[in-house]
């Protein structure tokens, strides 16, 4: 007798197909289910609202439980098109702005070049044409 435990969590499955390259928003087609699973938490997706800033790596067929590893960043920063800056030093905190020098997705770190004086910061993807830089 083969026995697995399993924990009970909550993540979503696709309620239609999605092809790899529509780019039709994801969140649009999950439902919300339990499962239990021996697999770690960090494989299934726990949050909707995070959806909004990937897309998907392959197609996904309808019924199929959406896990992260399926899903890429969306590129909210494009290179060379001003973007959002807050700099962050000793807890206080300045916005600005800055130009990119690649695109980048949420959580993706990328360099930015202050206009006015040329240098170059490295900064953190946090939103649509927003970057957080800690000097």
């Known amino acids: 007798v083969k026995t697995e435990i399993g924990k009970k969590i909550k993540t979503f499955k696709l309620s239609k197909n999605i092809d790899r390259f529509n780019q039709e928003k994801i969140n649009k087609s999950i439902l919300p289910i339990e499962i239990i699973t021996?697999?770690?938490?960090?494989?299934?997706?726990?949050?909707?609202?995070?959806?909004?800033?990937?897309?998907?790596?392959?197609?996904?067929?309808?019924?199929?439980?959406?896990?992260?590893?399926?899903?890429?960043?969306?590129?909210?920063?494009?290179?060379?098109?001003?973007?959002?800056?807050?700099?962050?030093?000793n807890g206080i905190q300045i916005k600005s702005r800055g130009i990119p020098t690649q695109n980048a997705g949420i959580n993706q770190m990328v360099e930015i070049i202050n206009p006015l004086t040329k240098k170059k910061f490295l900064g953190q993807v946090i939103g649509e044409s927003l970057v957080k830089v800690e000097l």
């Open 38 to 89: 021996s697999e770690p938490e960090k494989y299934f997706v726990e949050d909707p609202e995070t959806l909004k800033f990937f897309r998907n790596s392959r197609p996904l067929k309808s019924g199929d439980l959406l896990l992260k590893s399926w899903l890429i960043p969306r590129d909210l920063i494009k290179s060379n098109k001003q973007v959002n800056v807050i700099l962050i030093n």
